[in-house]
DNA sequence: TTGAAAGCGCTAACAG
DNA sequence: CTGTTAGCGCTTTCAA
């Protein structure tokens, strides 16, 4: 049992040396496989003995002081809280950074500017190497200047003037992949619920959906184009207005998993069934939404995770690489959605 | 504009006070706004400003290896990805942080074994003043042993010999304000849908609903439990199975949120209404679950967030007293869980 | 092959 | 009131 009184120091390297009766020189070299000290692997077996014996444990403090490396990463979010993605988002920018031995100093600043102002000072203060700042849905954000004293990515946001690298959903052929789920099955009236915030996502979708019809020669039909809040509520009400229609769409394409949720309250309330009288297709395959419905909704993955991922793995290009040509011209990524597809679409 | 090409060192103590035409000393003294110090104004204005300057930010790492304070809190969790409640439990543990300028370094480690010990190991190393253990469900826990170099609360999790602190929901008194909110609308017949898997949550909320029946001497009838799996299938199976009952329950207490989603789901295939044929209350308060349904959902709230704050504010009582008389038997604190009233529950 | 020594940026006891 | 000084634990150059 390694327990120890929390107040006793720890063993510091002097300790390791002094029992393994060498210097620290060279127990910083055992310890850290040092390149070119070679060292008899009997007095490296020595050393490695008495810190193991002592229970050492090197210091990233002091390591990180002397080497100017904190092997740290501040992590911004705005409302952690509400949305399941955030996790995927963070989980993704975890693993990359676990990989490199990196960890992730987290600040949720749930839409506080002052205290965005702090956190990035408080990150700053501490050495972090670079800083993800990440939102939870897809929008432009104005980043605090002081942040870039050092590397950062932004994470399902941009801003303005592409300044700082970014990486996003590409929602564009998101809702272009939807879409054509549905006339792939022939579906040829196909309603389209948007979101009536006016957001890069609202936008995207739309224009993805108006690709589709085009590829498809289906002429666009304005009548089948309903813009409500994304919420279940909103794609309640929007499916029964579409559906009062002279000529209902055969199958609806829903901004939101939310919407798709409240589609199917109305299309039940309608008695009319999902997907033989109407088919749906989501939009975000929320876990704990999309494959509990009845039937389990079709519905388009975002690629939370890779961005996550994506995000911290080109962070570190730009840490080893401050000098990159990117300089002039930061990337802005996208990540395409993924079809998932369940039972909620049906061949017309 | 503060940018700053990142190669370029950043202005040290020295700096500022090469510019201020004073000593290190001083500037420390100055910045900390040192207790004891008495520092003309004079002096003070002109460090600041010097300060000001060439934008001097204090280097926490320095800070931190010289006062041994690595204002730094390691959070470690399993699973962070599938649950929402993850996020409010951060949010809390932040934000008791935050007030305490501490940062949270978070490591997720999908229960993996190895990678939580190196998980601990890269927090000691980087000298947390203290480790949030938590979990995303109630439940048993073995920690890894290092752990106890530090400071450790457990989080929404217990070790078997509980030799460590830790803060938990209360199920029982969870699951009896669950039911006595049934009978206080004067349902006798109450069915219970419990979780199959044997944890805490399950022993203690069948607990607490056997206690309600007894506060209000009602007959405990076994043909009203149902144990199912805790997911909307095993909701809507539990529910047929219930109310396919010589004498059906008019109420149905389900163990979570999604068992009353399958609840709904079953009793809408009976072609029974929620609440005027049959009552419901869930478990979890599950923000994109409950209120979303129809009728939305009565349910008990889970105190995720308060139990991420008190897990932090108790550790950073243990880091500021470590000699508390605690040691002997740790606090294992319990949360009283709340009643979330919305329409799912009619009068008898 | 190993050790001495300098120093990362900061704090704080001690002198002056 | 302010400066000198001695480290915190580690890395790394240089010399032995």
Redesign the pocket.
């Known amino acids: 049992m390694i327990k120890r009184s929390q107040k006793t120091?720890r063993p510091?390297?002097?300790d390791v040396a002094r029992l393994a009766g060498?210097?620290?020189?060279?127990v910083?070299?055992v310890l850290?496989n040092a390149p070119h000290?070679?060292?008899?692997p009997e007095?490296q077996e020595r050393v490695r003995n008495a810190a193991a014996q002592i229970g050492y444990r090197?210091?990233a403090i002091?390591?990180g002081?002397?080497?100017?490396q904190s092997q740290t990463i501040g992590f911004i979010s705005d409302e952690i809280v509400t949305s399941p993605h955030a996790g995927q988002m963070i989980q993704g920018a975890q693993d990359a950074a676990w990989k490199e031995q990196k960890l992730l100093l987290l600040v949720n600043i749930d839409g506080n500017r002052e205290m965005e102002h702090m956190a990035v000072d408080l990150m700053l203060e501490r050495q972090v190497e670079g800083i993800i700042y990440a939102t939870m849905y897809h929008h432009l954000v104005t980043i605090p200047e002081q942040i870039r004293e050092v590397p950062t990515v932004l994470l399902d946001c941009f801003c303005q003037d592409r300044s700082l690298p970014s990486v996003v959903p590409d929602e564009v052929t998101g809702g272009q992949t939807a879409t054509e789920a549905l006339l792939k099955q022939d579906h040829r009236r196909i309603g389209f619920m948007n979101n009536e915030d006016p957001i890069p996502a609202a936008a995207g979708r739309f224009e993805g959906y108006k690709n589709a019809l085009e590829a498809y020669n289906v002429p666009f039909d304005e009548a089948l184009i309903c813009t409500v809040s994304s919420d279940t509520q909103g794609g309640r009400q929007g499916c029964k207005q579409l559906m009062q229609l002279a000529e209902p769409p055969s199958a609806i394409f829903c901004f939101s998993d939310f919407m798709a949720m409240g589609a199917y309250q109305a299309l039940r309330e309608l008695h009319l069934s999902v997907p033989d009288d109407v088919a749906v297709v989501g939009f975000d395959n929320h876990e704990l939404i999309a494959p509990t419905l009845v039937p389990p909704l079709t519905t388009m993955a975002l690629p939370h995770y890779e961005m996550g991922q994506w995000a911290v793995e080109h962070l570190l290009k730009l840490i080893d690489f401050p000098e990159s040509s990117e300089e002039e011209s930061p990337i802005q990524h996208k990540f395409e959605c993924t079809l998932i597809e369940r039972e909620s679409i049906g061949r017309r």
Chains 1, 2 share one sequence.
Do not use: D, G, Q
């Not at 060498?22 to 060279?26: H, L, M, N, P």
């Not at 000290?37 to 008899?40: D, G, R, W, Y």
């Not at 002081?65 to 100017?68: I, Y």
């Open positions: 120091k510091s390297m002097s060498v210097s620290r020189t060279t910083s070299f850290n000290a070679n060292i008899p007095t090197p210091n002091a390591r002081l002397r080497s100017s």
